[in-house]
């Protein structure tokens, strides 16, 4: 079947908008009621800790992992790819595939009102929706959340304007998985901006606010071993994680 290529056919082929989460839990039944295992190529797990990634995501748990290295702890991350939908459509153009039956940058807001049907659709695969960072102490707001674009300010906008923003790694995998190996190696004060994004909604950039109500499933991993010596978790953050998971050696 042919893809919708603009927002009036896609209303029409009957395609429903649905958060991140959900569209895992409702896959992640799916292969449950057929039969088939919701992860491959983890071995030595079956019993302990693949039954609580399970319950994690029917739950729609943001997840974090907690073991020593060589525990599959990033293949585990990753195999969560295969829950999402193979193709999600977006506002072509979007810098961060803006739901076109939810809007939430000004660009997708902006070219909705003025085409409306007739805006045009792309189609992400199911690999581009998943973004990965290893967490070191220079780990920076501007790669997680975003920067000012000191071009775009040039051409003329205003600070204020949400369109002059670079999006760092967090808001380019709206829709999607962002996972942060690693955790506890972030600077505190990016684990509390980290926190404004995932909680508050709040992206602060240079003294501004934009309202970024981003659609994310947030996966980390952390050794326990390392962060008692090398760095922390904030407890806000730590608590936003509904599961913690911990991992052995099989």
């Not at 997708?108 to 659709?121: E, S, W």
């Not at 790669?143 to 300010?153: F, R, T």
């Not at 942060?180 to 992206?203: F, K, M, S, T, Y």
């Amino acid at each position: 079947m042919t893809q919708p290529r603009n927002f009036g056919e896609l209303k029409k082929s009957g395609w429903v908008s649905r958060p991140v989460k959900e569209e895992m839990r409702q896959n992640a039944v799916a292969l449950i009621s057929s039969g088939e295992p919701l992860f491959d190529g983890v071995v030595g797990y079956e019993n302990t800790v693949l039954p609580q990634l399970e319950n994690a995501v029917l739950a729609g748990h943001d997840v974090i992992f907690l073991g020593e290295r060589g525990q599959a702890k990033t293949r585990m991350i990753r195999s969560m790819v295969n829950l999402l939908d193979e193709w999600m459509p977006y506002v072509e153009g979007s810098e961060i595939y803006d739901d076109p039956f939810n809007p939430v940058s000004k660009y997708a807001k902006d070219l909705l009102a003025k085409r409306g049907d007739k805006t045009a659709i792309a189609w992400a695969h199911r690999d581009v929706r998943y973004g990965e960072k290893l967490a070191t102490p220079d780990t920076s707001i501007a790669d997680l959340i975003g920067e000012v674009d000191p071009i775009k300010v040039a051409e003329g906008r205003y600070l204020s304007d949400e369109l002059t923003l670079h999006y760092g790694m967090v808001p380019r995998t709206n829709r999607g998985i962002f996972a942060i190996n690693e955790l506890p190696d972030l600077a505190e004060r990016i684990q509390v901006g980290l926190l404004n994004v995932l909680e508050e909604r709040d992206v602060q950039i240079r003294g501004y606010k934009v309202q970024l109500p981003l659609d994310v499933l947030l996966v980390a991993s952390a050794n326990p071993e390392d962060y008692t010596n090398r760095g922390r978790m904030i407890t806000p953050l730590k608590d936003r994680f509904g599961a913690q998971i911990r991992t052995h050696y099989p």
